[in-house]
């Protein structure tokens, strides 16, 4: 997830990015079925997974915007295993990035990635269909998060999709909580079981699917305790940002 710190300057963002999002990502949950996720994808530069994202059409991938980097990207789609070459595997490079143009390195937290060549789609790779625009999910429904990275802050990495089950919690606690940072119009936050864990540093713009659709981004926890009940997971809420998405893919 997010390697934001809140008091870190906005010209170290990047660096720190590209080394945390190396150190970890899903903690305790489960190994996903192998391909049974096929609209998820991992970001990768020079070969490292950075962030992670969502085929929503067979030339675009959903992304946060705090996962842009200066250097070339490409998107890896049909995985399960990130450290091997499956024959399930599309590598495609990125041909044009578009972050939200009121992104200010935490509101706004949204990127659509437009594919150098078109995803072929089968039975690994499939877009995932977004929510539809008013669609509320109220709190305390289970949604499930998804990404690659390590199970835990001093634990070897995990080279296979791994997900968790986290609860939608209630806007105005993660308000109370998170105070300025979460907005309750563009935000979801959920609520998480320490010990069954769920997403941390490196699961960045990965999905949070609710009843079968993806209801949010991945874009902040607390920086190195990912873990901590105290502070909610914070998603970039996706049916807020629906007629931009829209109007990016047409143009």
Request: charged content about 20%; glycine content about 8%.
């Amino acid at each position: 997830m997010r390697l934001l710190s809140l008091l870190i300057k906005p010209f170290l963002l990047f660096f720190v990015l590209m080394f945390d999002n190396l150190k970890s990502g899903i903690v305790g949950g489960k190994v996903s079925k192998p391909h049974s996720r096929p609209y998820m994808a991992s970001l990768q530069i020079q070969g490292q997974h950075t962030c992670g994202g969502i085929l929503i059409r067979e030339d675009f991938v959903l992304t946060v915007a705090h996962c842009k980097s200066p250097l070339p990207m490409t998107v890896v789609l049909g995985a399960h295993n990130i450290s091997k070459t499956e024959k399930s595997q599309q590598w495609i490079q990125v041909a044009d990035y578009y972050p939200h143009p009121q992104y200010d390195e935490h509101d706004y937290d949204i990127m659509l990635l437009k594919l150098k060549n078109n995803a072929t789609l089968n039975k690994y790779v499939k877009a995932i269909g977004l929510p539809k625009k008013n669609g509320k999910i109220p709190a305390n429904v289970k949604c499930v998060v998804a990404g690659w990275g390590r199970i835990g802050a001093k634990k070897p990495p995990s080279d296979v999709l791994k997900e968790a089950t986290e609860k939608i919690q209630f806007s105005h606690e993660c308000k109370n909580i998170w105070q300025k940072y979460f907005n309750t119009e563009h935000m979801i936050c959920t609520k998480f079981d320490k010990k069954k864990g769920g997403i941390c540093q490196g699961d960045s713009g990965g999905p949070l699917i609710c009843n079968s659709k993806p209801q949010g981004l991945t874009a902040l926890t607390l920086q190195d305790d990912c873990n901590n009940p105290k502070y909610p997971h914070i998603f970039t809420k996706l049916h807020f940002f629906l007629p931009w998405i829209k109007k990016i893919m047409q143009a």
